[in-house]
């Protein structure tokens, strides 16, 4: 006759549970090609960012791009032309939501679309914010 092991029950307190459940990473969101783009272009200029920057905590937001010591969150607004999330009037309003809450907390926020990134205009926009190049070099073509 075979025995079974049983394994012998514990009262579960919150020490022992604390000892056995490991709070496990907060999940990757998804990243875009155009967000992944942008991400290259910051770090070809030696800049240093955050991804995915939790920056409200009861809405659980995230900016997309945070640069702490500018204080400056940039938001990538994908699926313009394709009737996506950003581009109905609920994520319209989501979005106006958002960034007034980011002007309330006296933070700056740059909003970008892939097509801006694309051409090179965000950097551009990203660069000024953060006061590494001049306004004026904007809308000048011998900048590039």
Do not use: Y
């Not at 969101?29 to 992944?36: G, I, K, Q």
């Not at 009861?58 to 938001?75: I, K, M, Q, T, Y």
């Not at 699926?79 to 007034?100: F, L, M, P, Y």
């Amino acid at each position: 006759m075979k025995r079974r092991f049983v394994p012998k029950q514990l009262a579960d307190s919150p020490q022992s549970r604390a000892k056995r459940v490991v709070r496990l990473p907060e999940p990757r969101l998804p990243r875009s090609e155009p967000e992944e783009l942008l991400a290259w272009q910051l770090r070809a200029e030696g800049l240093t960012f955050d991804r995915e920057h939790r920056f409200h905590e009861s809405r659980l937001w995230r900016l997309d791009f945070w640069f702490a010591g500018a204080r400056l969150g940039v938001e990538v607004d994908g699926g313009g032309w394709v009737a996506g999330r950003h581009g109905t009037g609920q994520g319209i309003e989501n979005d106006c939501e958002k960034a007034s809450h980011i002007a309330m907390a006296g933070h700056r926020l740059v909003r970008v679309t892939p097509g801006q990134i694309k051409r090179g205009e965000a950097l551009k926009w990203i660069l000024v914010a953060l006061g590494l190049r001049s306004a004026d070099t904007l809308h000048r073509k011998d900048c590039e």
